[in-house]
């Protein structure tokens, strides 16, 4: 069966184990961003910028690992801002309430799951697209953020939880190491499991995958509750720096996650995307918005300049799908 479900899946091209032509691309792209970069901000390549470069990425790579797993199923998840301010607005009222941290962030955890679950059940089983199923869930999620609240942020998350994301350990900043092992495991997912070969089965052709005995929902839902989960885990490495949790947390971070995957190589055709490729598309858009700050541009600009590298990296999987 598995090779007729390694036929269903998207092909690309290999430089060396799992590292695609495309990635090569990709790190071209942002090795000459940081180059451009250095040159026009001095203070760009020091040791403390980089560093900085990496932990701001580090919540936008966990949410669009996440969010790869989604696309490469032939999915899309809008709802994973949501998904973090509901999980991010519990965790820290009962780490207020004086619950101990490990049950915490457990609870936070369980809503991740409990929002990506019912996201993949809706798509699995409803029959709904998964835009319209997450763009509704995207309101709701929030809602019930801003109902459980009031409105209002929560605030005096303790000093342990703080330490625990947002300290350092060796100089490197724990979320940095947090989501490089989340990295690892999503890799060995992606290419050392069966639900890696059904995840791309399903997203390169769901009847074909069918008629291979690809279990279908469950891998959908699977991928869901996995997007889910990582969307709690990036509101805790905020709310680890913040100390507070707000429900507005999270605007607009599905937006920030499909730009990661996209620029990786992910194709929202489903069927195609790294993990690799989306961590480097992370730490593409956080270059990027690092240096620009630097240069003191606006944040429109920024915003235009996200918008633009998008566009170019969908051209691009336009280009290598037809050469595929």
């Given at each position: 069966?598995?090779?007729?479900?390694?036929?269903?899946?998207?092909?690309?091209?290999?430089?060396?184990?799992?590292?695609?032509?495309?990635?090569?691309?990709?790190?071209?792209?942002?090795?000459?961003?940081?180059?451009?970069?250095?040159?026009?901000?001095?203070?760009?390549?020091?040791?403390?910028?980089?560093?900085?470069?990496?932990?701001?990425?580090?919540?936008?790579?966990?949410?669009?690992?996440?969010?790869?797993?989604?696309?490469?199923?032939?999915?899309?998840?809008?709802?994973?801002?949501?998904?973090?301010?509901?999980?991010?607005?519990?965790?820290?009222?009962?780490?207020?309430?004086?619950?101990?941290?490990?049950?915490?962030?457990?609870?936070?955890?369980?809503?991740?799951?409990?929002?990506?679950?019912?996201?993949?059940?809706?798509?699995?089983?409803?029959?709904?697209?998964?835009?319209?199923?997450?763009?509704?869930?995207?309101?709701?999620?929030?809602?019930?953020?801003?109902?459980?609240?009031?409105?209002?942020?929560?605030?005096?998350?303790?000093?342990?939880?703080?330490?625990?994301?947002?300290?350092?350990?060796?100089?490197?900043?724990n979320s940095v190491i947090m989501?490089?092992?989340?990295?690892?495991?999503?890799?060995?997912?992606?290419?050392?499991?069966?639900?890696?070969?059904?995840?791309?089965?399903?997203?390169?052709?769901?009847?074909?995958?069918?008629?291979?005995?690809?279990?279908?929902?469950?891998?959908?839902?699977?991928?869901?509750?996995?997007?889910?989960?990582?969307?709690?885990?990036?509101?805790?490495?905020?709310?680890?720096?913040?100390?507070?949790?707000?429900?507005?947390?999270?605007?607009?971070?599905?937006?920030?996650?499909?730009?990661?995957?996209?620029?990786?190589?992910?194709?929202?055709?489903?069927?195609?995307?790294?993990?690799?490729?989306?961590?480097?598309g992370a730490i593409i858009l956080?270059?990027?918005?690092?240096?620009?700050?630097?240069?003191?541009?606006?944040?429109?600009?920024?915003?235009?300049?996200?918008?633009?590298?998008?566009?170019?990296?969908?051209?691009?999987?336009?280009?290598?799908?037809?050469?595929?």
């Open positions: 069966m598995s090779d007729a479900i390694q036929n269903t899946s998207v092909p690309s091209s290999k430089i060396f184990g799992s590292f695609s032509v495309r990635d090569a691309g990709t790190l071209i792209g942002l090795i000459a961003i940081m180059v451009i970069f250095g040159l026009l901000a001095p203070d760009f390549f020091s040791h403390r910028n980089l560093l900085n470069i990496l932990q701001q990425s580090s919540i936008n790579a966990c949410l669009a690992l996440g969010m790869t797993l989604v696309i490469i199923s032939g999915g899309i998840d809008l709802s994973v801002g949501p998904t973090a301010a509901i999980a991010a607005v519990i965790t820290a009222k009962l780490l207020v309430a004086g619950v101990p941290v490990p049950l915490a962030i457990l609870a936070g955890m369980g809503i991740g799951t409990l929002c990506g679950l019912v996201n993949g059940v809706l798509v699995a089983y409803a029959g709904l697209q998964p835009f319209i199923v997450t763009l509704g869930t995207l309101s709701t999620y929030r809602a019930i953020a801003l109902i459980y609240t009031g409105g209002n942020p929560v605030l005096g998350v303790p000093p342990a939880f703080r330490a625990l994301f947002n300290g350092t350990l060796m100089g490197i900043p989501v490089a092992i989340v990295a690892v495991l999503a890799w060995v997912l992606l290419k050392k499991t069966p639900l890696g070969e059904y995840l791309l089965a399903v997203g390169g052709n769901e009847e074909a995958a069918y008629i291979a005995g690809v279990p279908i929902a469950v891998t959908k839902i699977t991928a869901y509750v996995i997007s889910g989960v990582l969307a709690a885990l990036a509101s805790m490495i905020l709310i680890g720096r913040l100390g507070a949790a707000e429900p507005i947390l999270g605007n607009l971070w599905e937006l920030d996650a499909i730009a990661a995957a996209a620029i990786g190589g992910a194709s929202l055709m489903g069927g195609k995307g790294s993990v690799i490729g989306t961590i480097l956080g270059a990027m918005r690092n240096g620009l700050t630097l240069m003191n541009v606006q944040a429109f600009y920024q915003l235009l300049a996200t918008g633009l590298i998008i566009l170019v990296a969908m051209m691009i999987d336009r280009v290598t799908r037809g050469r595929g």
